[in-house]
């Protein structure tokens, strides 16, 4: 599958897991496409969470495929696939409370970066670009929640993935954190290249940010497309969207 | 490293009481001070492990373990002092990378548990090997002639030098994924950590730390015996750092040295001095639960205004 002439970042072909008897994500197919931020809507208990540490390694398939960065990375660890430049973040309590949030976006820079300095310097770059510059001192686990959300993803982006994965991380944001949020996921897409898989529960910010939308619904690809496509599908509004959004 | 590592205090307090050692002449004091000296170093090693959110009481194993093997070097194999010294951290640290490759993938009570299990085992081979003295152990167990008048000077040096260094590794970028393992574990594998290899390392550094300390009391007591490297070392162990407080490297320093010279003045009265240490960890919980240097440091924050406690 070539879009446009541009290899996939990450590939799922057939994806499946079950849960003994519990089927919770089937068949599964789709990309994430260099330079976009790909949302990954659906339903609680659509399969999404799964879906998601399928990819990352934390769960190993039933059945399938995944290719991540063009490798075959079915059944790979974790620190496999994190190494080769997909970074996830987790829906709770993503970072360090007990450190610093210098620290903590820190360890995002360790694994790729030589020598102290430079890892200061890359943490900084990071915090910097995120709005954290005036937290850096403190404790993380002492501040806001929002503040709280934004380290997490500091943490990841310092290790300056090919590939971010966000786990909800919008999920009890007010407005202006939420905006600021999507205003940071774009940069991180524009100004640094890098490809970013949301899922995420809060649809007006979806629609807003993302380039492509894959709809989960049972364990299964119900739809795929631009947030326009996506909004005008019969089958996403009644399985998902409801009758607000429908009319 | 960058951070503010404080090494003129450092620097001043190492030559100060390696000062101190140099003024002891009394045998008495000089044992008391070896004492404290080996049990500092057995509580800053357990409290290395702790940074990482585990509570190794297999510290005692790994300390019996350095006290035999330096013995053995002297006594059977009559290798010299030094290098029996050093081969007693170095086989320490090895057993425990084959120990923490296999028992790291555990946590909490698990891993304490495996811990206890692995310090009553070992010692159960000292006493059935017969190379090793049995029940009775291994005696004259000496250091050279020429080291006697200044032992309590070299044994702090030892041990100076080895706290000096696990507080360098503890402030390095090193130490900060070992805290980020106890905060969580998971998000330090998400950045590309290879968690259990951390794990294993930290664990054998601190058991090179343990391994030394046996060594040390090896040497200094000229006597080990099975007895010495129960469970209950790493119990004192934990009970130094908890009542020193555990948050700050000189915690258990100031632990090992109440605790440890509470204990002798209780032998001298006749008493039995393992109730100081239990009267001393329940007042500690009760009443300083960040221990005697969290006590001081907060007493220091309200003296000098709020908000500086984050400032470092």
């Known amino acids: ?247 | 490293m960058g951070e503010n590592l404080k090494l003129p205090y450092w620097f001043f307090g190492i030559a100060l009481v390696l000062g101190a050692t140099l003024l002891v002449s009394d045998p008495y004091v000089a044992s008391v001070v070896n004492i404290v000296s080996i049990a500092a170093l057995i509580a800053v090693s357990l409290r290395f492990v702790m940074l990482i959110g585990e509570l190794n009481f297999a510290t005692a194993a790994f300390v019996g373990i350095g006290a035999y093997t330096a013995g053995s070097a002297i006594t059977i194999l009559e290798w010299p002092f030094l290098v029996a010294l050093v081969l007693g951290g170095i086989v320490a640290a090895l057993v425990s990378i084959v120990f923490g490759y296999i028992t790291l993938r555990t946590k909490g009570p698990y891993f304490l548990l495996i811990g206890f299990a692995f310090t009553e085992a070992v010692r159960i081979v000292y006493s059935k090997s017969m190379v090793l003295g049995g029940n009775s152990g291994m005696v004259g167990i000496f250091p050279p002639i020429a080291f006697d008048p200044w032992m309590p000077t070299f044994v702090m040096a030892v041990v100076a030098l080895m706290i000096f260094g696990l507080y360098l590794l503890e402030r390095s970028d090193f130490g900060k994924i070992l805290t980020a393992i106890r905060d969580n574990e998971d998000v330090a594998r998400t950045v590309g950590l290879n968690i259990l290899f951390v794990k294993i390392a930290c664990f054998a550094i601190a058991s090179f730390a343990a391994g030394m300390a046996g060594s040390l009391h090896a040497v200094t007591n000229n006597v080990i015996s099975p007895g010495d490297f129960s469970f209950l070392l790493a119990a004192f162990a934990l009970a130094y750092v908890k009542v020193g407080g555990e948050d700050n490297i000189v915690g258990p320093l100031v632990g090992a040295v109440l605790l440890v010279v509470l204990g002798s003045y209780a032998l001298g009265l006749g008493g039995h001095e393992h109730i100081f240490y239990g009267a001393a960890v329940i007042l500690a919980v009760l009443l300083m639960p960040e221990g005697i240097t969290g006590l001081l440091r907060r007493g220091r924050d309200r003296l000098m205004g709020k908000g500086k406690r984050h400032a470092a």
């Open chain 1, 1 to 247: 599958m070539q879009h446009e002439g541009k290899e996939a970042l990450l590939r799922t072909e057939g994806l499946t897991r079950r849960f003994g008897g519990l089927v919770a994500v089937s068949d599964v197919d789709f990309d994430i496409l260099p330079g976009e931020i790909l949302g990954l809507i659906g339903p609680n208990g659509a399969g999404k969470s799964t879906t998601f540490n399928l990819i990352s390694g934390f769960y190993k398939p039933s059945a399938g495929k995944l290719t991540v960065f063009g490798e075959n990375c079915t059944g790979k660890s974790p620190l496999t696939i994190s190494r080769m430049g997909l970074v996830r973040t987790f829906q709770h309590g993503s970072l360090m409370p007990s450190m610093s949030v210098r620290d903590n976006i820190l360890l995002g820079t360790i694994h790729g970066v030589r020598g102290a300095g430079k890892r200061r310097e890359r943490a900084a770059e990071t915090a910097e670009m995120l709005g954290l510059t005036p937290y850096l001192s403190e404790e993380a686990g002492t501040l806001p929640h929002g503040i709280q959300r934004l380290v997490s993803i500091g943490i990841a982006f310092a290790a300056r993935p090919r590939l971010l994965c966000l786990d909800e991380p919008l999920t009890g944001l007010n407005q202006t954190e939420v905006a600021n949020t999507l205003a940071v996921l774009e940069k991180i897409r524009d100004e640094h290249g890098c490809s970013v898989l949301l899922v995420e529960h809060n649809m007006k910010a979806v629609m807003k940010v993302c380039d492509r939308i894959v709809v989960l619904h049972h364990g299964q690809v119900l739809a795929s497309g631009t947030p326009a496509e996506i909004r005008a599908d019969k089958s996403v509004i009644e399985a998902y969207l409801g009758h607000r959004h429908a009319n």
